[in-house]
């Protein structure tokens, strides 16, 4: 099995900065791609930012404050998230893109999600 978990939520006020970090653990050959994504309430899922063989990929809003690093060795990746917003506010979940064995099919795991909450 697969495990995936975020750390770093909480509550924040406008401006601020927070620092999300993710591991992944379990059964792993190799990780194909890791991102957080996040949701808000009444709103769909959506990708925040990406990070695939060293390319990185952002939402245009939040492209200029956020920062996606990954640690492929230790199977973690962050996220630094600066110049917060209320529109922010969301639960901030990690996905990682997980082959168990050499050559195998890849599956997608995702963790239990941390919230974030920008706010005065």
């Known amino acids: 099995q697969v495990q995936v978990a975020e750390s770093g939520g909480g509550l924040v006020q406008p401006g601020g900065s927070l620092r999300l970090s993710c591991v992944a653990s379990?059964?792993?050959?190799?990780?194909?791609?890791m991102g957080w994504y996040r949701q808000a309430p009444g709103n769909e899922r959506e990708l925040v930012a990406s990070v695939f063989s060293g390319s990185t990929n952002y939402a245009e809003s939040v492209k200029g404050r956020f920062t996606i690093s990954r640690d492929i060795a230790k199977n973690t990746v962050s996220l630094q998230m600066n110049m917060l917003n209320p529109e922010d506010t969301a639960i901030y979940y990690c996905?990682?893109?997980?082959?168990?064995?050499?050559?195998?099919?890849?599956?997608?795991?995702w963790g239990q999600g941390t919230q974030v909450t920008v706010s005065s």
């Open positions: 996905n990682a893109a997980v082959s168990r064995i050499w050559n195998g099919p890849i599956y997608t795991y």
């Open positions: 379990g059964s792993i050959f190799s990780i194909n791609r």
